[in-house]
Nanobody, 118 residues
Framework: QVQLEESGGGLVQPGESLKLSCAAS????????MAWYRQAPGKTRDQRDLVADITRAGDVFYSDSVKGRFTLSRDNAKNTVYLQMSSLKPEDTAVYYC?????????WGQGTQVTVSS
């Protein structure tokens, strides 16, 4: 089993920054891609959008909606990923979920709320 603990959400104004963290614990082994997804208000679990993901080697993919504004990094020794979000927009408002794939199994965190509003 793998557990994910997310932190760093909150309420910010447009243009401000926020940093999310996600720490994985338990049986984390091998190649494991970690990712952030988000679920906008009114959307269902199946409608979560990929924000960015990162392989253990450090290869990063960003969705077009966040490219140039968000930076994803990871610390393999701590099994932790960090999502630095800058120039936040109201449309970034969502519950952000961390996800990891280990041994072919998908694990999700509980989510952390990010609200961008003036």
């Amino acid at each position: 089993q793998v557990q994910l603990e997310e932190s760093g959400g909150g309420l910010v104004q447009p243009g401000e920054s926020l940093k999310l963290s996600c720490a994985a614990s338990g049986r984390v082994f091998g190649e494991n891609t970690m990712a952030w997804y988000r679920q906008a208000p009114g959307k269902t679990r199946d409608q979560r959008d990929l924000v960015a993901d990162i392989t253990r080697a450090g290869d990063v993919f960003y969705s077009d909606s966040v490219k140039g504004r968000f930076t994803l990094s990871r610390d393999n020794a701590k099994n932790t990923v960090y999502l630095q979000m800058s120039s936040l927009k109201p449309e970034d408002t969502a519950v952000y979920y961390c996800r990891i794939i280990v041994g072919g199994y998908i694990y999700w965190g509980q989510g952390t709320q990010v609200t961008v509003s003036s």
